[in-house]
T-cell receptor, first 110, second 119 residues
């Protein structure tokens, strides 16, 4: 079992719709959870961080964390073509090491 | 967020030569920096953890003698790819942890990445 799992996609959503990205992790001791956005040929950019159960909203982005179920999700409201990118879920577990999922490719279509 | 700068952004070299990549934290001090490698259509793979003033910690399967890491100050870490070969061609990305940011472990910010092509 991979430490951090994501559906590779591509996930296609129409412009203006809600995009829902999911991630599961295996280490129950994980404390910090992050979503990064990576455009092709560029380095990852931090979008959201979440540390406690529940929802955290920042503009069009909402991160959701459920430690009991070991999943974290990212919702993007009013999706725009500029949101088209690969979204990486990352989890900090034992040893303070950040582990990345393989990423989900999102395509927002006009 | 915090600013991490990486240089050069791209480099082309001949097989057998060595290439040095610099990673700087511009507005914060980083006792720990991380070096990742990313092949096309794959996720980031941690190569090593760079510790200021001490030896780097390498991940399993990463050759210490090939990928030399030096973290001489709180704002600079360097990665040297020695005797580079075509299979070393990849996107190398550094990151630094900003402990001032939220959460128990701070937040990780990435440099712009360095694309290495070995001919």
């Amino acid at each position: 079992q991979k430490e951090v799992e994501q559906n590779s996609g591509p996930l296609s959503v129409p412009e203006g719709a809600i995009a829902s990205l999911n991630c599961t992790y295996s280490d129950r001791g994980s404390q910090s959870f992050f979503w990064y956005r990576q455009y092709s040929g560029k380095s990852p950019e931090l979008i959201m961080s979440i540390y406690s159960n529940g929802d955290k909203e920042d503009g069009r982005f909402t991160a959701q964390l459920n430690k009991a179920s070991q999943y974290v999700s990212l919702l993007i409201r009013d999706s725009q073509p500029s949101d088209s990118a690969t979204y990486l879920c990352a989890v900090t577990g034992g040893g303070n090491k950040l582990t990345f999922g393989t990423g989900t490719q999102l395509k927002v279509e006009l | 967020g915090a600013v991490v700068s990486q240089h050069p952004s791209w480099v082309i070299c001949k097989s057998g030569t060595s290439v040095k990549i610099e990673c700087r934290s511009l507005d914060f001090q980083a006792t720990t920096m991380f070096w990742y490698r990313q092949f096309p259509k794959q996720s980031l793979m941690l190569m090593a953890t760079s510790n200021e003033g001490s030896k780097a910690t390498y991940e399993q399967g990463v050759e210490k003698d090939k990928f030399l890491i030096n973290h001489a100050s709180l704002t600079l870490s360097t990665l040297t790819v020695t005797s580079a070969h075509p299979e070393d061609s990849s996107f190398y990305i550094c990151s630094a942890r900003d402990l001032r940011a939220g959460g128990p472990n701070g937040e990780l910010f990435f440099g712009e990445g360095s694309r290495l092509t070995v001919l």
